[in-house]
């Protein structure tokens, strides 16, 4: 086994493992919302490393954008390696765990295809890290009077956190409608050269049909023109 290597923020952190067991392994810093898109080549594995803190909140969402049949393994384990989830053959998948002290580890498997890559995007959204209480706690320090233009700090904070929680849903609902249009696009895209390389064939064969055709008549013709001399 190789050792990880934990790269500086807002590097995405890295470790390479020998490539019978593990290809690729990556890491993410403590952001509460992390999304990455990569190509998985035919026959690879990629693993990705996340730290969490205890009583916290990981989701992890992924999709298969392109390649042939848009299905990938995916592989979910916990710090102490106990499997949390296993899918396989899967186009797209969603997981949320309450989690522990530790890094987690998610992985894409790619070993059953001899041929096709995929391209995969998925998306880590990380709650309950501790953070909100941290600004809480800031917030306070700069509060001189409880009763200053009648204002609760209480409320203050409510409504703060209510417009950021809003801000990262809309901003997840669009980072999913743009993996869900490059999906789309993908497949549109294979569907027209399937098309066009299909009528190229079919018309291949109606003008070599065509060609035996007369062929074949002008023989019978010409047969019978010198049957008769």
Avoid at 15 to 33: M, Q
Avoid at 157 to 185: M, W, Y
Avoid at 191 to 205: E, G, P
């Amino acid at each position: 086994m190789g050792e990880k290597t934990w790269l500086p923020f807002p590097v995405l952190l890295l470790a390479a493992l020998p490539p019978a067991l593990l290809p690729g392994v990556a890491g993410f810093t403590h952001s509460l919302d992390s999304d990455f898109t990569f190509t998985l080549p035919a026959g690879r594995r990629e693993c990705f490393y996340q730290p969490m803190p205890l009583k916290a909140s990981l989701e992890i969402e992924y999709q298969v954008l392109d390649g042939a049949g848009l299905d990938i393994d995916f592989h979910l384990a916990s710090p102490e390696g106990r499997t949390l989830v296993f899918e396989q053959r899967k186009s797209d998948g969603v997981h949320t765990v309450e989690t522990e002290v530790g890094d987690y580890m998610f992985c894409f498997d790619n070993t059953f295809s001899t041929i096709s890559e995929k391209v995969i995007f998925f998306e880590l959204i990380l709650d309950n890290m501790g953070e909100q209480e941290q600004e809480q706690e800031d917030w306070k320090k700069y509060i001189t009077g409880t009763d200053m233009l009648d204002m609760k700090l209480e409320d203050i904070l409510e409504s703060i956190n209510s417009i950021k929680s809003r801000l990262s849903k809309s901003g997840h609902i669009l980072t999913l409608l743009r993996a869900f249009e490059a999906r789309d696009r993908n497949i549109q895209e294979s569907n027209f050269d399937r098309v066009n390389f299909w009528s190229v064939v079919n018309l291949v064969v109606m003008v070599v049909v065509s060609a035996t055709q007369v062929y074949m008549l002008k023989s019978l013709f010409e047969g019978n023109l010198q049957s008769r001399t």
